[in-house]
Each structure stands twice: as structure tokens, then as C-alpha cells.
């Protein structure tokens, strides 16, 4: 019985890690519940903006409480 779980366990894994081989080249995908409002680095108010931008742009200088 365990080893059963086990072999389920490591089948759904190599599934999970030949699709994730299979993206096409040069496709960034990003994962969010919402889409963003913006693409601006410099005009976004809310977390799905903020947090595209962090991973589209440098991070040279960054906004915070202070501006």
C-alpha cells in the first residue's frame, strides 16, 4: 500500500515536470488571479502591477512609503 502511494506520488510529479519542459522558448508566464492595470513601473497601485513590474524591469530604484 505504500509503495503504491508512493509510485502515484512520483508518476504526478514527472507529469507535472514534463509539462512544465514543454513551454515554448522565449513565453514568460506569469500566474495571478487578476491581470494587472498597468504595465508602468512607475504608475501601478496594486500587488498584480507591482508584481510583473518586479520581474519585467530592474530594480535599481524602488517606491516606497516615502517615494
Known amino acids: 500500500m505504500h509503495s503504491s ?3 502515484h506520488a512520483l508518476a504526478v510529479l514527472l507529469c507535472l ?3 512544465a519542459l514543454a513551454a515554448p522558448k522565449g513565453t514568460v508566464v506569469v500566474a ?4 494587472p492595470t498597468t ?3 512607475m ?4 500587488a498584480p502591477a507591482g508584481n510583473l ?4 524591469f530592474d ?3 524602488e517606491r516606497d512609503q516615502d517615494l
Open 43 to 46: 504608475n501601478h497601485q496594486e
Open 32 to 35: 495571478q488571479g487578476v491581470d
Open 5 to 7: 502511494r508512493l509510485l
Open 59 to 61: 530594480t535599481l530604484l
Open 39 to 41: 504595465l508602468d513601473p
Open 17 to 19: 515536470a514534463g509539462s
Open 53 to 56: 513590474a518586479r520581474n519585467l
